[in-house]
């Protein structure tokens, strides 16, 4: 097997709020901490990064609701896909599941908790050029016959009826831009996974409008095998109609599918899929054994629950990353073939106060829409390849809204702000020889 050496060096990061134009935004970004890994051995085939925050596209995103207006404050388990439509003919389409819709107090910078409301999941649109996505985020939600402010995409009436809700996660656009399939975890009572949903929207970019988009959902695997912790074409060079699709199975105690449990591997037609037909899915059993039936699944060894999965042709290689559970790291794995082997390096530490309890930090997912700036072109002269961008989100737990600290005076000013995502550009070489990309 070739190893892989990987150098990541986090320079310090200040947000220039002034020059940027953002007075929302005050202070600056925490110091993040250099740091380096190598795992390089004989042979060994040499990818170097940078990892630092994106503050450009921090300010881009930082779209606030004016006075006495209730409106987008915040929202997790963000997925980002690239559609057709709108002015330019492209735009970025982000999906965000639980999310705070409430009035923002700009005298103690704080999302205001009475009249707050928490739908399920929440749209965006950007607007973007060719080369890139310049626009800011205009949010969307749905409100039900009453007026009340509800999740844009709802299970089935008699699943709602049953308490039933639906957390998009993982999703993928059709090559033409005009459809998208997102993956749902199914819960019932307080993060009681149920099982997996597939959210069909057709003809996304023949209408400009979200609320007139029509959708449809359908169920797959079960309980005890769930389909929804990322999808992703088999070839990201732009051919073919497979995608591949991580899940997972019970973990070696017999518990639930979790972020614990090993990934497994299926892959389909995108066109089957978008049909509601699954039942031409195969899954992968051994090395170069797929199997209709999803029965002795073997791990890929790719630690995954709610993420993305990326072949960039530049590193030749597979990537992901992933925030191991109840930890203040982010690695990036990477492998030659979807089924591994992967190897990991630390790519960017999580900045305080994140680090301490009772923050979290998960779902640390590519942003294609940025990260396409030169992994699909090459625009401004740099090698391609040369930048992936993720985002994360930082959580607080809590017995009760009005205990959360996310809640707190202070508490949406930028570097205390949690429920929010969080943007890192990394910066990728193929030897540590070669020079670094220099930015505009």
């Given at each position: 097997?070739?190893?892989i050496?990987?150098?990541?060096?986090s320079?310090?990061?200040v947000?220039?709020?002034?020059?940027?134009q953002?007075?929302?935004?005050l202070?600056?970004l925490?110091?993040?901490?250099g740091f380096?890994?190598?795992?390089?051995g004989?042979?060994?085939?040499r990818?170097?990064?940078?990892?630092?925050p994106?503050e450009?596209?921090?300010?881009q995103f930082?779209?606030?609701?004016?006075?006495?207006e209730a409106?987008?404050?915040g929202g997790d388990?963000d997925?980002?896909?690239v559609?057709?439509g709108?002015?330019?003919?492209?735009?970025?389409?982000?999906?965000?599941?639980?999310t705070?819709?409430?009035?923002?107090?700009r005298?103690?910078q704080?999302?205001?908790?009475?009249?707050?409301?928490?739908?399920?999941?929440?749209?965006a649109?950007?607007?973007?050029?060719?080369e890139?996505?310049?626009?800011?985020?205009q949010?969307?939600?749905?409100?039900?016959?009453?007026?009340?402010?509800?999740?844009?995409?709802?299970?089935p009436?008699?699943k709602?009826?049953?308490?039933?809700?639906?957390?998009?996660?993982?999703g993928?656009?059709?090559?033409?831009?005009?459809?998208v399939?997102?993956?749902?975890?199914?819960?019932?009572?307080?993060?009681?996974v149920?099982?997996t949903s597939?959210?069909?929207?057709?003809?996304?970019?023949?209408v400009?409008d979200?609320?007139q988009?029509?959708?449809?959902?359908?169920?797959?695997g079960?309980?005890d095998l769930?389909w929804?912790?990322s999808?992703?074409?088999?070839?990201?060079r732009?051919?073919?109609?497979t995608?591949?699709?991580f899940?997972?199975?019970?973990?070696?105690?017999?518990?639930?599918?979790?972020q614990?449990?090993?990934?497994v591997?299926?892959?389909g037609?995108?066109?089957d899929?978008l049909?509601?037909?699954?039942e031409?899915t195969?899954?992968?059993?051994?090395?170069?054994?797929?199997?209709?039936q999803?029965?002795?699944?073997?791990?890929?060894?790719?630690?995954?629950w709610?993420?993305?999965c990326n072949?960039?042709?530049?590193?030749g290689?597979w990537?992901s990353?992933?925030?191991?559970?109840?930890?203040?790291?982010?690695?990036?794995?990477?492998?030659?073939?979807?089924?591994?082997?992967?190897?990991?390096t630390?790519?960017?530490s999580?900045?305080?106060?994140?680090t301490q309890?009772?923050w979290?930090?998960?779902?640390?997912?590519?942003?294609?829409s940025?990260s396409?700036?030169t992994e699909?072109?090459v625009?401004?002269?740099?090698?391609?390849?040369?930048?992936?961008?993720?985002?994360f989100?930082?959580?607080?737990?809590?017995?009760t809204?009005?205990d959360?600290?996310?809640?707190?005076?202070g508490?949406?000013?930028?570097?205390?702000r949690?429920?929010?995502?969080?943007f890192?550009?990394?910066?990728?070489?193929?030897?540590?020889?070669?020079?670094?990309?220099?930015?505009?």
């Amino acid at each position: 097997m070739n190893s892989i050496a990987i150098e990541a060096h986090s320079p310090a990061a200040v947000m220039e709020c002034a020059a940027l134009q953002c007075p929302v935004i005050l202070g600056a970004l925490p110091k993040l901490l250099g740091f380096s890994a190598k795992t390089a051995g004989k042979g060994a085939h040499r990818v170097s990064t940078q990892g630092s925050p994106a503050e450009d596209l921090q300010v881009q995103f930082e779209v606030l609701p004016g006075p006495g207006e209730a409106g987008w404050l915040g929202g997790d388990s963000d997925v980002s896909v690239v559609i057709g439509g709108g002015a330019t003919g492209r735009r970025a389409l982000w999906i965000f599941a639980d999310t705070f819709i409430t009035k923002y107090d700009r005298n103690d910078q704080s999302r205001v908790l009475d009249g707050i409301h928490m739908p399920h999941n929440t749209l965006a649109l950007v607007e973007c050029i060719e080369e890139r996505c310049t626009g800011r985020p205009q949010f969307f939600w749905q409100r039900d016959e009453a007026g009340a402010i509800v999740s844009f995409f709802e299970p089935p009436a008699e699943k709602k009826d049953d308490d039933e809700l639906l957390w998009p996660v993982a999703g993928i656009a059709s090559r033409d831009g005009n459809s998208v399939l997102l993956l749902a975890t199914r819960i019932k009572g307080f993060m009681n996974v149920v099982g997996t949903s597939v959210i069909v929207s057709k003809d996304v970019a023949r209408v400009d409008d979200p609320h007139q988009w029509q959708y449809t959902t359908y169920d797959v695997g079960s309980t005890d095998l769930t389909w929804f912790s990322s999808v992703f074409f088999a070839d990201n060079r732009g051919e073919g109609d497979t995608v591949y699709i991580f899940g997972h199975g019970k973990g070696a105690d017999g518990s639930a599918p979790s972020q614990n449990s090993d990934t497994v591997l299926a892959r389909g037609s995108l066109g089957d899929l978008l049909e509601h037909d699954w039942e031409r899915t195969e899954y992968w059993t051994a090395p170069g054994v797929w199997s209709a039936q999803p029965e002795g699944l073997k791990a890929v060894g790719l630690p995954s629950w709610e993420t993305t999965c990326n072949w960039s042709e530049a590193l030749g290689r597979w990537y992901s990353f992933n925030i191991p559970a109840f930890t203040t790291d982010i690695f990036m794995h990477t492998a030659a073939e979807i089924t591994g082997e992967w190897n990991k390096t630390k790519v960017f530490s999580i900045p305080y106060p994140f680090t301490q309890a009772p923050w979290i930090s998960y779902a640390a997912k590519r942003i294609p829409s940025w990260s396409a700036q030169t992994e699909a072109g090459v625009p401004w002269g740099l090698p391609r390849g040369c930048e992936l961008v993720f985002s994360f989100i930082s959580n607080a737990l809590a017995d009760t809204p009005t205990d959360n600290i996310i809640f707190e005076p202070g508490s949406m000013e930028f570097t205390q702000r949690g429920y929010w995502p969080r943007f890192v550009r990394v910066i990728a070489k193929m030897s540590p020889e070669a020079p670094w990309c220099s930015m505009p």
